[in-house]
């Protein structure tokens, strides 16, 4: 099973700052089957970023992710006042599928 | 739309079952995996397992082979997830979610809206 370990758990930063945050895999994703999901309270995880740095439909260009192997990076260039909520990482390359423990960006 | 609907919140005793179902419309049912995730009050996204488009084959987490049982109806366009031997713990929000299709690995591009369990005495 491949364990993600997020980090930070909690980022402080301002609107406008750029936020980073790093999903660390315990063995090397094939395929870079890595993706990103952002999660507002009382709402369904919404898929930000697949295949480690695809963007998925819809989703803003200052979100972008980087990484391969067992390192993976989601940046927020310019954080808006809705980018302050919860963001988790996945492998879904093959079973078991996991998710990391989530980051949250909170407002300075 | 391309949605996902789930059935309704539900509460069940401990030892009990419950079997929660997820309606897809606006694509192609049957070419799709479909998967249910479950997040408990304030903790982080759990993959509880996976059923492939022809509905004979399902993956499931470690933790819930012995009491986890997900099954699809084609001709309904619907996905059940069944959980048994219910305890406090299983108290969450359960989502249904798209997966990858027949030829293309996916991420979980659909979600359904959750369903709330608890489970209480």
């Known amino acids: 099973e491949i364990v993600l370990t997020q980090s930070p758990g909690t980022l402080s930063l301002s609107p406008g700052e750029r936020a980073t945050l790093s999903c660390r895999a315990s063995q090397s994703v094939s395929g870079s089957y890595l993706a990103w999901y952002q999660q507002k309270p009382g709402q369904a995880p919404r898929l930000l970023i697949s295949g480690a740095s695809s963007r998925a439909t819809g989703i803003p260009d200052r979100f972008s992710g980087s990484g391969s192997g067992t390192d993976f990076t989601l940046t927020i260039s310019r954080l808006e006042p809705e980018d302050f909520v919860v963001y988790y990482c996945q492998y879904y390359g093959s079973s078991p599928l996991t998710f990391g423990g989530g980051s949250k960006v909170e407002i300075k | ?121």
Request: charged share 15%; net charge positive; hydrophobic share 30%.
């Open chain 2, 1 to 121: 739309q391309v949605q996902l609907v789930q059935s309704g919140a539900e509460v069940q005793k401990p030892g009990a079952s419950v079997k929660l179902s997820c309606q897809a419309s606006g694509y192609t049912f049957n070419i799709y995996y479909m998967h249910w995730v479950r997040q408990a009050p304030g903790q982080g996204l759990e993959w509880m397992g996976g059923i492939n488009p022809g509905g004979d084959t399902t993956s499931y987490a470690q933790k819930f082979q012995a009491r986890l049982t997900l099954t699809r109806d084609t001709s309904r366009s619907t996905v059940y997830m069944e959980l048994s031997s219910l305890t406090s713990d299983d108290t969450s929000v359960y989502y249904c979610a798209r997966g990858s299709s027949v030829t293309t690995r996916r991420a979980f591009d659909i979600w359904g809206q959750g369903t709330m369990v608890t489970v209480s005495s």
